[in-house]
């Protein structure tokens, strides 16, 4: 079998993991292997529902009533017990710094090497992957052997796409065994988003901020115009390590890897780093006072000028035409 790890909010299964079902499904079918699926907490009855339409054909679902929430070697110690009792094929996460932890675990736990960030996974003898290493700047084409192979996708390196047709799932519940040693990291409480705030990574429209913005207060034209396009707000390192706007609105690879219609970069110079994050946009629109700057010469689209006289500009516009 291949066996994809899910993660889920409120039911069902997140954009990075139906990248990594749709990957899944595409080896299942190559191997002539069943599609299976893994996931834990609260809300796996209903997770259920939503897999058939990714042509998974069994969830296996982690039985423990300590795991309500993300617990990495807990989660990461039950996913390789269930693999060594199955032995699948092949074992795939999502590219999220969380599926990457526990993918990592699963690894520890099973002696077992893991692929990390594949774009593109080949099968034969032995199967061949396209992994992205050095923040995205190098792609590595590497061989992964062994009766097990653990991988997970890279983000938005695979389009999600559902299955021609629904696959009716059987849930089968697993129950590992845990020690109190296992859930010694573990998600205690959270914080709850804004209500009715845009999440960054599933925007359509992203307008982003760099040093040139000059200020916090400068931010206040591209919150108005994300608002009128229906969009959120994201900003580059320098921006949040001057304390002008939160880490959650951080585009890059230590940030949050964004993949809209449309990304509107102001003032951002375009380090490798936040190019890492922003690669998957379909479409840049740079705003920049150097026609020279990274961010201007990989864009789609460009504006010379100062972001402060543009985007009024823009908003007018934007505004006329509705």
């Known amino acids: 079998m291949i066996l994809v790890v899910i993660e889920h909010e409120g039911g069902a299964p997140d954009r ?6 749709t990957l899944g499904r595409t080896l299942a079918g190559v191997t002539g292997e069943p599609l299976h699926a893994v996931a834990w907490g609260t809300d796996t009855a209903a997770v259920a529902g939503g897999l058939g339409a990714h042509g998974v054909a069994v969830l296996h679902t ?24 199955d032995g699948p094929t092949a074992v795939i996460g999502t590219g999220s710094d969380r ?3 526990i993918m990592a675990h ?3 736990r099973t002696g077992r090497a893991l692929a990390a960030n594949c774009t593109d996974v080949r099968t034969g003898d032995p199967w061949q992957v396209t992994r992205q290493r050095w923040g995205g700047s190098l792609l590595e084409e590497a061989r992964l052997e062994g009766p097990v192979r653990l991988l997970t996708v890279a983000p938005h390196a695979v389009e999600p796409q559902v299955a021609a047709v629904p696959s009716a799932v059987a849930v089968q519940a697993f129950v590992p065994e845990l020690t109190d040693r296992d859930l010694r990291v573990r998600v205690t409480s959270r914080v709850p988003a804004e209500a009715g705030a845009i999440s960054l990574a599933d925007a359509r429209v992203v307008v982003g901020g760099g040093r040139g913005v000059g200020s916090a207060e400068g ?10 396009l229906g969009g959120t707000v994201g900003v580059s390192r320098v921006v949040t390590s001057a304390g002008w706007r939160p880490h959650a609105q951080q585009v ?9 219609d449309l990304y509107i970069a102001c003032g ?15 479409a840049i629109l740079a705003i920049n ?3 020279d700057a990274p961010m201007v010469t990989r864009a789609t689209y460009a504006v010379i000028g100062d972001l402060h006289a543009i985007l009024p500009a823009i908003i007018a516009e934007v505004r006329a035409a509705r």
């Open 219 to 228: 931010f206040a034209e591209l919150d108005e115009l994300a608002a009128l």
């Open 16 to 21: 990075l993991s139906a990248e990594a079902l």
């Open 268 to 282: 951002i110079s375009g380090a490798i780093q936040h190019m890492v994050g922003a690669r998957s946009a379909k």
């Open 106 to 108: 699963v690894g520890a």
């Open 289 to 291: 006072t150097d026609r």
């Open 252 to 260: 890059g690879q230590t940030g949050t890897r964004i993949a809209p």
């Open 62 to 85: 982690i039985e423990d009533a300590r795991l309500t929430d993300h617990a990495p070697e807990a989660i990461g110690g039950s996913i390789a017990q269930l693999v060594e009792r």
């Open 99 to 101: 599926g990457t932890e």
